[in-house]
């Protein structure tokens, strides 16, 4: 099964150099899970080919409008599109009245089951799971509440090898015993390793914040902020922001696989520096920008 990120918006506030504000899409075979929803994130995810029809559940980190300017514009289309399936939005308290309010105020209507959850943004917690992925919201250090995304992918039952049942010609009840965890008296592994279930956190903006560390442990792959690069730091704990040498401390401190920055100042035209900074702590660094692609 698919477990595919793109990144729709790796900017911060103000679009520059062709990055967007922040938006991200995470998407397994059957549905996709719409991370924040900066301006224009709908129109990048028709420039990248993502299906809008296969986002099941939107998460948004918090209220600054880089996160959300996007969602009356994205839920309007919905309506003038026809979508009939049920869409889940979780967000912080005060997601409620920006979304009924902007709709209200343009005399726009929704004519599908649109379900907004307010999650607290003092404590971690699970806060939504279902045949894919399981989703822990955890709190972070910015201006005004915000949370950060920890998706883990259920884990999933072996796979039969099909070369043995094709080597014995087994037959359906005999198929059917093994599922079972029968014994069919044959000394074989009938199932193939179980994968490792897949896994991804989002970090939103925040300034360092080592307390998340504990829930990040085991997490394959990490997007932690990096608005400045080190030489900003005093400019970044004013702003409740993170410096890529932070973001890294984090990814290092939770023992992480890969590490991606992201949710860039506009003073900065290459982003490389960045990434430069973080590698000197964590070498398996990389920048995002507006249609990067990772299969987890």
Known sequence: MPFKLTVLGSNSAIPAFGRNPSGQVLETDNSAYLIDCGEGTQMRMDEFKIKKSKILVIFISHLHGDHIFGLPGLITSYCLGGRSKKL?????HGLK???HTTLNLS???VNFDLEITEIGTEIAAEIYSDHNVMVEAVPLKHRVPTMGFIFKENPRRPKLNKSLIEKYNLSKEQIV????GEDIGMDEEWFLAPRIPRSYAYISDTSYAPEIIPHLKGIQVL???ATYDEDKRTLAEERYHSTSVDAARIAQGCGCSKLL????????????????SAKTIFPNTECVHDGFV???
Not at 177 to 180: E, P, R
Not at 261 to 276: I, K, M, N
């Open 88 to 92: 889940q939005i979780f967000g912080p």
């Open 97 to 99: 009245e920006f979304i």
């Open 107 to 109: 005399y726009s209507y």
């Open 177 to 180: 015993q093994i599922l079972n």
């Open 223 to 225: 997007y932690h902020e």
């Open 261 to 276: 920055l992201g949710h860039f100042s506009s003073r900065y035209h290459s982003t490389e520096p960045l990434a430069v």
């Open 294 to 296: 990772l299969e987890l």
